[in-house]
């Protein structure tokens, strides 16, 4: 395959919104579920990833996999985001995400480059927090 070849099958790069509420910011994709999001991150390169910790309900009422859940799935299968941030209001959610990324670098078991924040990179227009 010459490089002309390769050019065409470039995987796309997208940024990631993961929240069940939230208006999905422009420039963004959205994903309202952990399912949703694995699609995503297994179908794209993700520049950024911004993530809500409680993700809410499905149909029967069951509490839907959250943010943290993604993480360790992002952990366990080495997906990649070249930056994550954490836009939750949830502040037990926000630091077990963070810590869990933040441990998961140090170990290696996800590339050590990617950047991680532990706040939203929007304005939040649901609380006072940014």
């Known amino acids: 395959m010459n490089k002309s070849e390769e050019n065409n099958f470039k995987i796309k790069t997208i940024n990631l919104y993961v929240d069940d509420l939230r ?6 994709e959205i994903a309202r579920t952990v399912e949703e999001a694995i699609k995503y991150m297994t179908s794209y390169k993700i520049n950024i990833l911004s993530l809500d910790h409680d993700l809410g309900m499905d149909e029967n009422g069951n509490l839907r996999k959250s943010g943290y859940d993604l ?23 926000r630091d077990n995400m963070y810590y869990t990324l933040l441990g998961a670098k140090k170990h290696k078991i996800i590339d050590e480059d990617i950047e991680i924040y532990n706040y939203p990179i929007t304005p939040n227009k649901y609380s006072d927090k940014l």
């Open 71 to 93: 993480v360790k799935i992002i952990c366990e299968k080495s997906l990649r985001a070249n930056k994550i941030y954490l836009h939750t209001d949830n502040p037990v959610g």
């Open 23 to 28: 208006d999905c910011p422009k420039g963004y």
